[in-house]
């Protein structure tokens, strides 16, 4: 089959993760067998080795779940956009919010969660990004990654995952970041525009309906 999958489909690997050999030497199921996805041709694309083994059985568009990733410095109004787009049954994973989870009381605004807590919420995001990247339901899972690196963000497009950037200006974060945690959140807001540079002009924070596809946001 392998060979009837690369003969078909070429020799291009179609997932491109970090670190790809881009030379297809295995066949990867679209809809994973885990997934009900069947032996057959049309469930299989051609891809290389490294990016075969990393992807697992992670979905991707066409099936299954649909990710979508939110993106932007601290404060923009990530878990805003997020609320505001949302539907009945969707997931989103916010690390801010699994730590106040793991708080016995409702810490103020201001507040920074302790290291431990921190280090226990890591962990906790880590596993409900394992599941809800492999659900079978047709909801939509946001994830928040505030500030991710280059190679995240190849990952996730690598995947056909929607990134959506939430970057309202760097002066109007920086007011929010003031108002806060000043001393904790102007880190973040420095680390993100060195990152990933300042929009040209603000991005709409939140339009009606889905989120478009943006295969090539601003940062
Ligand atoms: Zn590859």
């Not at 670190?19 to 809809?31: E, I, L, P, Q």
């Not at 801010?96 to 793991?102: K, N, T, Y």
Request: proline share 9%.
């Amino acid at each position: 089959m392998t060979a009837l999958v690369l003969e078909t489909y070429g020799r291009e690997c179609w997932l491109k993760l970090p670190g790809c050999k881009r030379v297809a030497t295995t066949k990867d199921h679209v809809v994973p067998f885990s997934h009900g996805g069947e032996d057959v041709l049309e469930n299989y694309r051609p891809a290389c080795r490294s990016c075969n083994s990393k992807r697992q059985n992670r979905v991707r568009p066409g099936y299954g779940a649909s990710v979508v990733v939110v993106i932007g410095p601290p404060a923009s109004g990530k878990s805003t956009y997020v609320a505001a787009h949302c539907k009945p049954g969707d997931v989103t994973i916010d690390m801010d919010r699994i730590a106040r989870a793991l708080m016995p009381y409702d810490p103020p605004a201001s507040h920074t969660y302790p290291q431990h807590v921190r280090h226990i919420a890591v962990r906790a995001r880590k596993a409900a990004i394992h599941s809800a990247t492999r659900l079978r339901e047709r909801v939509t899972v946001w994830l928040i990654h505030a500030v991710p690196t280059g190679a995240d963000l190849a990952e996730y497009r690598g995947l056909g995952w929607q990134v959506v950037t939430i970057d309202p200006g760097r002066a109007i974060v920086e007011q929010r970041a003031m108002d806060q945690r000043p001393e904790e959140m102007m880190l973040h807001v420095r680390r993100w525009y060195s990152l990933h540079g300042e929009a040209e002009k603000p991005a709409p924070v939140a339009s009606p309906g889905a989120p478009t596809t943006s295969a090539e946001p601003d940062w």
